[in-house]
């Protein structure tokens, strides 16, 4: 079982704005970007009034992050504005930054209201569990499957072509999946820990929706993937260890790069996340 | 006639990662967030090596900046790495923070290639000039576009549903348009003055598709209206003095915030940069 998402998002406050967290998987060799993005908003959240949630955070990956020592978050507290406080975080390890975000945080409020992203999968108790349904895939989905679950202290659910995707390698499609995603195990009732989960588990499938199109999956040794910056707006509030379909596009790819756009609904059809992530992309 | 994008865009350097930048338009009691955005990304590439162009910026707006006085554009080297350089800008005025934008800058690389939004717009030569086509909108619409061509120097065509709009105050659409833009005057052949000159005026509409379905336009005295955010992914090479087709989308609106989608697609169909915004959006 590998380490629950609660025990992941705890951080150590050394000072004010500076804290420390752990990575809970050393067997990498570089941390888990989704790890140091969700532990980042810890911080920010942390040196935030209780009274505001966090509405959007902007980040950067510089460098690898070291899994065999802790994580060195500090704190620079930009502005504290009558409805808007912003926050950015830097991830240090040896001296560097390895890691950069800035998150903005605000009061509840009212006004316009209406979305036009759709959600229409099957809910996800009519699906086979992620252990049932990785039977029938491929070796190669298999192995990938086993690492995740190893890895990663989620649930997942595949959606119709994502499925059939992953049963089939060398097989080409359009750059669309849809995944239903929760923690692995129940989370405390603080908002802030399940925007942090949904921050972490955002950067775990998303860029591999822009291989679709290529006929790639992601662990293909072939491949040179790396997440380059992930960008997340929070728009409603909701439960990460409650299911939530992660909607996923692979927008575009070229020169090296792609730019997949991600949306996360509850299981109401709700649109309660939207996610950008641009990635380095390539055949070795 | 408003001071041509070029002069916009020229900033003058203080020290090796300290600029200046003027307000081309005091009569206005805030400085346009484009502008800003822009400026900051032209202090942020002078301090690049030439062989690396920007792929990617994230900003916030932190507080409204003042256009009686210059900005002072503070660059930060984050990171000068094999592939990629990254820096961080900080626009002050008043010895306060009123934005800060992060961008990516790497050398060119190929790989897969696709694109999934599709550009299907009139060719802006077969549409009438935004100067004609007023003469047929609303009253409103038309002391909204005569404000905007004095302080804005882009010409700019309305497609199909957005002509329809503006024509009907009050009237609701889907939170769908699109609008053929360029500079108004030629601009240098150097690449990263035309993404900067994407990066001004992809501020200036995006926020406004957001109001469709509620039969709003911008500039109504009710609204309360502010971006909060701005990140632009440039995808390929593109000239910003041509034609580029603006199509967007107000995906989600909720809580006094909405988040807007905008994709630039050349002539030719090539999208060529993505956007994303979220804005403050509120009935007063």
Chains 1, 2 share one sequence.
Not at 51 to 64: G, N, Q
Not at 115 to 139: C, F, I, M, R, Y
Request: hydrophobic share 40%; with cysteine.
């Amino acid at each position: 079982m590998p380490t629950g998402l609660e025990q992941i998002l705890e951080l150590e406050q050394l000072d004010d704005r500076l804290f420390r967290g752990l990575s809970h998987d050393p067997r990498t060799t570089r941390v888990f970007g989704g790890q140091v993005a969700a532990q980042a908003l810890v911080a920010a959240g942390r040196t935030v009034p209780g009274d505001r949630a966090v509405h959007s955070l902007h980040s950067y990956f510089l460098r690898p992050g070291d899994p065999s020592i802790p994580l060195i978050y500090e704190v620079d507290p930009i502005r504290d504005g009558r409805s808007f406080t912003t926050r950015r975080v830097v991830a240090i390890q040896h001296g560097e930054a390895v890691f950069q975000l800035s998150a903005s945080f605000t009061v509840p409020a009212s006004g316009f209201e209406h979305q036009v992203p759709e959600s229409n999968a099957p809910d996800p108790d009519t699906l086979p569990t992620g252990d049932v349904w990785v039977k029938n895939a491929d070796p190669k989905t298999q192995t990938w499957y086993a690492e995740m679950r190893q890895r990663f202290p989620l649930d997942i659910r595949f959606v119709g072509e994502a499925a059939h995707q992953f049963n089939n390698p060398g097989a080409t499609a359009a750059p669309h999946r849809q995944i239903w995603v929760r923690s692995s195990s129940p989370l405390p009732d603080d908002p802030l820990i399940h925007v942090c989960a949904a921050t972490y588990f955002s950067d775990l499938f998303l860029l591999a929706s822009a291989l679709l199109p290529h006929g790639f999956v992601m662990g293909d040794e072939r491949l040179l993937a790396a997440s380059l910056d992930h960008a997340v707006w929070f728009h409603q509030p909701f439960r990460a260890d409650d299911w939530l379909l992660y909607v996923q596009e692979g927008s575009w790819a070229g020169v090296g790069r792609a730019l997949c756009r991600g949306l996360l609904f509850g299981r109401d059809g709700r649109l309660v996340a939207s996610v950008m992530q641009e990635g380095l992309l390539r055949q070795k």
